[in-house]
């Protein structure tokens, strides 16, 4: 039976909530007017107003109608409100701050992304060809090359626009023990047999995209497979992927002017992206869902008859993550199946740790960083690659710390 703990508030009864809240939130919107300087004087405004009443603790007020997904968000605030930015639940409180600096720049006006000037400074860095090229010469049998892009796809997801502590630590694991939980071997089997769709839902654009799409291309040559990679419906959390980050970094890579072997490397990829992309093997879903306040235990009916039909459901990052497994606190035995087992199909998680949402992994390891590094899991210094085969599958996984 399912049943979560309760999800996180942005109270002080969790610390990084709480910081996240009251000060990563505000400092990522202001950093919007000091990267669009152009934004007219309403627009500059209107994001100051929205910082200004997080910081204070203000009440949370939904933005006017008319808007594409007022309905849903009215839903939402009804059965939140009243609430202050800092006396809410966490997923609702940081969804709807995102969806109103939306509302604040006049996006579904404009249709420029607010967030796209440093998502172009990630772009053009180093970081992104290296984790590229990298994920893209893995070798050794389909799932040897699945299991490495698996490998290089999770400490990517480091590469975090939104979290500077998390970006510091870039793309190399460092040391072993760093990744708590490694299901890896578990899942490959599955995604190396032939058929089958996959539903990639992807996080941060840039570095971790260029990885997630050197994954996409190692599974796409499995015979008969398609890849849906699920996007947000609008630019949030900074760096988070909507169908023109997708597109704009595959053509990027198809268009490189250095003619190296690395660069021919990328370019073949990106033509057989784009190739399957044609053919609709590689489809590129938005949806207003992934930009919401509701747990996937509560997914819409069109996203839950897709998965019951999925070979696997692979969830990156650390928002996916606590959208799956409630936004709470687990205790130490709960196991990962505890926390998914509402999913109709199996699931890999893949993520490092920039939040305090954790279900599963070696209990006698989660005790010792919980009483030795008590923010350990706030860090984005360590990982987990989690697996459950589904509700089908009659066999308990045996975890590998």
């Known amino acids: 039976m399912y049943n979560p703990p309760p999800p996180i508030r942005t109270d002080r009864g969790n610390e990084f909530a709480f910081r996240t809240m009251s000060q990563r939130v505000p400092e990522n919107f202001e950093a919007v007017i000091e990267r669009n300087p152009d934004y007219s004087t309403g627009i500059k405004t209107a994001i100051r107003e929205l910082s200004a009443s997080i910081r204070g603790n203000a009440p949370i007020a939904l933005f006017a109608p008319p808007a594409p ?40 006006e404009s249709g420029r992304d607010p967030f796209l000037p440093v998502k172009e400074e990630e772009l053009a860095g180093p970081g992104l060809r290296n984790v590229f090229e990298a994920s893209l010469h893995v070798t050794g049998s389909p799932e040897e090359r699945i299991a490495q892009a698996i490998r290089l796809s999770l400490w990517a997801n480091r590469i975090d626009l939104s979290y500077r502590e998390s970006h510091a630590l870039g793309s190399d694991p460092g040391a072993q023990e760093t990744l708590v939980t490694d299901d890896t071997i578990h899942c490959v ?11 990639v839902v992807v996080d941060n654009t840039g570095s971790e995209l260029a990885a997630d799409l050197a994954l996409t291309d190692h599974l796409l040559r499995i015979r008969n497979r398609v890849i849906i990679l699920h996007v947000k419906n609008h630019p949030t959390y900074v760096s988070d992927a909507t169908v023109a980050d997708v597109l704009t970094l595959i053509r990027r890579m198809a268009d490189s002017a250095d003619r190296g072997s690395a660069a021919r490397s990328t370019q073949s990829c990106a033509n057989r992206l784009l190739a399957a992309f044609h053919e609709g093997r590689l489809r590129i879903l938005p949806h207003p869902y992934w930009n919401s306040d509701r747990f996937l235990s509560d997914m819409p009916r069109g996203l839950q008859s897709s998965f019951a039909q999925a070979r696997m459901i692979i969830l990156k990052g650390d928002m996916n993550y606590r959208r799956l497994a409630a936004d709470a606190i687990w205790p130490v035995g709960a196991s990962f199946a505890d926390a998914v087992c509402f999913m109709p199909c199996p699931v890999l998680a893949i993520r490092t740790l920039k939040g305090d949402t954790l279900a599963g992994g070696p209990p006698d390891r989660i005790a010792e960083l919980d009483s030795r590094k008590p923010a350990w899991k706030s860090s984005g210094k360590y990982a987990v690659v989690q697996f459950w085969p589904g509700p089908s599958a009659d066999t308990t996984i045996s975890r590998t710390p």
């Open 189 to 199: 089997p599955l995604l190396a047999e032939p058929g089958g769709t996959v539903h």
């Open 69 to 108: 997904d007022y309905e849903t968000w009215l839903e939402s605030c009804e059965k939140e409100l009243p609430a202050t930015w800092l006396q809410a639940p966490w997923l609702f409180a940081e969804t709807l701050a995102y969806r109103k600096l939306i509302d604040a720049v006049r996006y579904w």
